[in-house]
């Protein structure tokens, strides 16, 4: 399974077995990637309820480290 970052008319795909860590605060997810490159996501992007489902299975699975501060704040 894989993600999709689109602007304007460039799109990435990333497979979830590429993801090292996510750091979820209260309006984005940090993404760390396995070639350690990072990427910041809206928790506010369309089909994200889908993309937190994926993110829940691989949590489940132990495949990914997981770390929530929901009361972060810069």
Partial sequence: ???YLK???NV???PF???NRIIEVENHFYITLADGTSIILPKQMDDSEVF???IN???A???ITF???LDWKW
């Fill in 1 to 3: 399974s894989s993600f």
């Fill in 67 to 69: 770390i929530q501060h």
């Fill in 12 to 14: 990435s795909i990333i």
């Fill in 52 to 54: 937190k489902t994926n």
């Fill in 61 to 63: 699975k132990g495949n």
């Fill in 7 to 9: 602007e304007g008319e």
């Fill in 57 to 59: 299975q691989l949590i």
């Fill in 17 to 19: 077995t590429d993801i």
